[in-house]
């Protein structure tokens, strides 16, 4: 299994970007972004589950963030709006099956990509 993240970049606040992950293997329960600023702990973005397509976000994101997914090319993607300086930090894409408490949890997912950086400029 490899997950592959793409999109990240620097973007003036206000501002919009789309992360997307290309996802090999095999197709799991949920997929999630994270996103990891220096110096704080891994925090919860959103996740999607694959069956059902019921959408999960961070209390941080939502309005601003939207999770998407396209069966066709495997991947899955993280449109972002209304960025702000405080979204800056390095965003993970993951994969796994976690049950649904565990699925805003990074112990929830076992595959990870590699982070992509995005920086908000105010």
């Known amino acids: 299994v490899q997950l592959q993240a793409s999109g990240g970049g620097l973007v003036q606040a206000g501002g919009s970007l789309r992360l997307t992950c290309a996802v090999s293997g095999r197709t799991f329960r949920s997929y999630g972004w994270f996103r990891q600023a220096p110096g704080k702990e891994r925090e919860f973005v959103a996740a999607?589950?694959?069956?059902?397509?019921?959408?999960y976000y961070g209390d941080s994101v939502k309005g601003r963030f939207t999770i998407s997914k396209d069966r066709a090319k495997n991947t899955f993607d993280l449109e972002m709006n209304s960025l702000k300086p405080e979204d800056t930090s390095v965003y993970y894409c993951?994969?796994?099956?976690?049950?649904?408490?565990?699925?805003?949890?990074?112990?929830?997912?076992?595959?990870w990509g590699q982070g992509t950086l995005v920086t908000v400029s105010s």
């Open positions: 993951a994969a796994g099956d976690p049950i649904l408490s565990y699925v805003s949890a990074s112990t929830g997912y076992r595959h």
């Open positions: 999607l589950n694959y069956g059902n397509n019921r959408k």
